[in-house]
C-alpha cells in the first residue's frame, strides 16, 4: 500500500516531535493492523503522541510520497530527510 492510496482522512499516529516540533519524519510503520505510525524517532512517550489524517501528515511532510509500497508489517526508516527510505 502506498500512503497516498489511503483515504485522506484515515488516522495516523505521530508525535509531537513531527507536529509541533517540526523534526523529521524518520521511521514509518505500516503496521499488521493496516494502521500508519510516522515517527522521529523509533519510539515516543504515550503523552508525545499525535493523531492527524493522512492528509494532514502528508501536507506537514510532502517526502511521504516517495515512501515505498508498504505490505502490512512493514517498517521504513531514513536517517534524514534527505535519504532514500529503507525497509529494515
Not at 509531537?16 to 499488521?32: A, F, G, L, W
Amino acid at each position: 500500500m502506498k500512503i497516498i492510496n489511503e483515504e485522506k482522512l484515515k488516522p495516523v499516529i505521530t508525535s509531537k516531535q513531527v507536529m509541533i516540533e517540526n523534526k523529521p519524519i524518520t521511521n514509518v510503520i505500516y503496521d499488521d493492523d493496516g494502521d500508519w505510525l510516522c515517527f522521529h524517532a523509533y519510539t515516543i512517550k504515550e503523552d508525545d503522541a499525535y493523531i492527524v489524517s493522512i492528509e494532514q501528515i502528508i501536507e506537514h511532510d510532502k517526502t511521504l510520497l516517495s515512501l515505498p509500497d508498504l505490505r502490512e508489517g512493514e517498517k521504513v526508516r531514513r536517517s534524514n530527510i534527505n535519504e532514500l527510505w529503507e525497509k529494515y
